[in-house]
């Protein structure tokens, strides 16, 4: 699926000029012509990367930056006139990965774009794969490999295998472990999370044993030290 980029700005020529651009190469575009209108937009649509006007009414490119700092790491280029260093180190201070200032090459502008939205995605890759061991876990394949085999795993137990992946080391609870898998926080029968973890142990063979049992506690899994 084409990756989504967010252009906002508030002269509208320039967000039709970009928006035209990066259609021509391909990309979905979301328009918005203010910073609460970029909030708006993103509570409906993945955004894959953002194209931020710093100068722009209601909510300014570097309040809206930070907004959107906290809820994803997506690439963000901020797009002003201004061509100070100080709001270039602020920018990037901020969360920007990069700054273009206006007026700006369409051909420079789309190749940074792309060279973040790779980098974007080698890193989103890198991190879909978990390791531990002889261990490797899948995640976007919902699928577990031990000694280069896929193991035969039930969702439950995968999604418990995740949770411990995450948890590394950890002492978990029974109770916490049927809370984040079977989305409970109020438990039911834990005496399945025993179950599942004697099973998966079972399933994943000759690193089974890096699932420890914490006697009147719960149970962690165990990393190389």
Same mark, same amino acid.
Request: with cysteine; aromatic share 6%.
């Given at each position: #699926?084409?990756?989504?980029?967010?252009?906002?700005?508030?002269?509208?020529?320039?967000?039709?000029?970009?928006?035209?651009?990066?259609?021509?190469?391909?990309?979905?575009?979301?328009?918005? =012509?203010?910073?609460?209108?970029?909030?708006?937009? #993103? /509570?409906?649509?993945?955004?894959?990367?953002?194209?931020?006007?710093?100068? #722009?009414?209601? #909510?300014?490119?570097?309040?809206? +930056?930070?907004?959107?700092?906290?809820?994803?790491?997506?690439?963000?280029?901020?797009?002003?006139?201004?061509?100070?260093?100080?709001?270039?180190?602020?920018?990037?201070? *901020?969360?920007?990965?990069?700054?273009?200032?206006?007026?700006?090459?369409?051909?420079?502008?789309?190749? $940074?774009?792309?060279?973040?939205?790779?980098?974007?995605?080698?890193?989103?890759?890198?991190?879909?794969?978990?390791?531990?061991?002889?261990?490797?876990?899948?995640?976007?394949?919902?699928?577990?490999?031990?000694?280069?085999?896929?193991?035969?795993?039930?969702?439950?137990?995968?999604?418990?295998?995740? =949770?411990?992946?995450?948890?590394?080391? $950890?002492?978990?609870?029974?109770? /916490?472990?049927?809370?984040? *898998?079977?989305?409970?926080? =109020?438990?039911?029968?834990?005496?399945?999370?025993?179950?599942?973890?004697?099973? +998966?142990?079972?399933?994943?063979?000759?690193?089974?044993?890096?699932?420890?049992?914490?006697?009147?506690?719960? =149970?962690?899994?165990?990393?190389?030290?």
């Amino acid at each position: #699926m084409p990756n989504r980029i967010m252009v906002a700005d508030d002269d509208r020529e320039i967000v039709e000029i970009i928006s035209d651009a990066l259609t021509d190469e391909g990309y979905l575009v979301s328009c918005a =012509y203010n910073g609460l209108q970029v909030l708006d937009l #993103m /509570q409906s649509e993945k955004i894959d990367a953002f194209i931020l006007d710093i100068m #722009m009414p209601e #909510m300014d490119g570097l309040e809206t +930056l930070n907004h959107i700092r906290r809820e994803t790491d997506a690439p963000v280029l901020i797009l002003s006139a201004k061509s100070r260093d100080i709001d270039k180190v602020i920018g990037l201070q *901020v969360g920007a990965d990069d700054y273009v200032a206006k007026p700006f090459s369409m051909d420079e502008l789309i190749a $940074r774009l792309n060279a973040h939205l790779r980098r974007e995605h080698k890193r989103e890759k890198a991190e879909d794969i978990l390791r531990l061991g002889q261990i490797e876990l899948h995640k976007s394949k919902w699928q577990a490999v031990v000694n280069g085999v896929p193991a035969d795993l039930s969702t439950k137990e995968f999604q418990i295998l995740s =949770y411990l992946f995450t948890n590394k080391d $950890r002492v978990l609870t029974r109770e /916490q472990i049927y809370s984040a *898998v079977w989305n409970d926080r =109020y438990g039911g029968d834990l005496n399945t999370i025993t179950v599942h973890i004697k099973n +998966l142990r079972s399933k994943l063979g000759s690193e089974g044993h890096r699932i420890k049992t914490i006697w009147g506690i719960g =149970y962690k899994l165990e990393g190389d030290g």
